[in-house]
C-alpha cells in the first residue's frame, strides 16, 4: 500500500508543479516585454526589398525642379555644358546633365536623349531629372519630351523604363492641369 501511496503523492506533487508552472509562464507573458529577436535569428531573415518605384518617384521628383534664381546657360557655357555632359569625367557630367535643365529644349533634347540612350544608370537619372525640369520650365506641348520619354520606356532597362514612367506621368498630369487651368 505503500506504493500506490507514494504513487498519488507523486502524481499530486507533479499536478502542482505543472499548474505552478503554467501560472508562472502567463504571469511573465503580461509582465515583462517581449524581447528582441536575437541577431542569429535577425541574419537568417531576408532584408526587405526596397521599393525601386518609390524611390525613383522620390528621386527624380524632388531633383527634378531647378533652383527659381537659376538663370539659362550662355551659348559658351551651353557648349561646355553639352562636352561635359558627353564626356569621361563623372562629377563634370553630373553637373553639366543638371545645366542642360535650363538649357533652350532645341539644344538640351537631343543630348539628354543620347544620355538616356547610351549613358550609364546615374547620368540616365540625372537625364530624367532633367527632362522634367525642362518640361516644367518651358512646357511640352508639341510633345517632344514625352516622346523621347516614350522611347526610353521601351528601351528594356526595367529601372530606367519605370523612372521615365514616373516622368511621363507627371509631365502628363501637369500638361492636364495647365490645360485645365487655362480653360476656366
Given amino acids: 500500500m505503500l506504493?500506490?501511496?507514494f504513487f498519488?503523492?507523486?502524481a499530486l506533487f507533479a499536478v502542482l508543479l505543472?499548474?505552478?508552472a503554467m501560472f508562472g509562464y502567463f504571469e511573465q507573458d503580461r509582465d515583462e516585454p517581449t524581447q528582441a529577436p536575437s541577431l542569429a535569428v535577425a541574419e537568417e531573415q531576408p532584408l526587405p526589398r526596397p521599393d525601386h518605384a518609390q524611390?525613383?518617384?522620390d528621386t527624380v521628383i524632388s531633383s527634378a525642379k531647378p533652383a527659381p534664381d537659376s538663370a539659362p546657360p550662355k551659348p559658351k557655357n551651353l557648349e561646355h555644358s553639352i562636352n561635359a555632359a558627353l564626356g569621361d569625367d563623372?562629377?563634370?557630367r553630373a553637373a553639366a546633365i543638371g545645366a542642360l535643365a535650363l538649357a533652350p529644349k532645341a539644344q538640351a533634347l537631343p543630348v539628354l536623349q543620347k544620355i538616356l540612350t547610351a549613358g550609364i544608370d546615374a547620368d540616365r537619372q540625372f537625364a530624367l531629372s532633367s527632362l522634367h525640369a525642362l518640361a516644367l520650365?518651358?512646357?511640352d506641348a508639341d510633345g517632344?519630351?514625352?516622346n523621347?520619354?516614350?522611347l526610353s520606356i521601351y528601351d528594356g532597362d526595367d529601372t530606367l523604363a519605370s523612372s521615365a514612367q514616373i516622368v511621363l506621368e507627371e509631365i502628363e498630369r501637369d500638361a492636364n492641369r495647365l490645360t485645365a487651368g487655362t480653360i476656366r
Fill in 144 to 146: 517632344e519630351i514625352q
Fill in 148 to 150: 523621347v520619354l516614350r
Fill in 3 to 5: 506504493n500506490a501511496r
Fill in 137 to 139: 520650365r518651358e512646357g
Fill in 8 to 10: 498519488y503523492a507523486a
Fill in 90 to 92: 563623372p562629377d563634370a
Fill in 55 to 57: 524611390v525613383a518617384r
Fill in 18 to 20: 505543472a499548474l505552478a
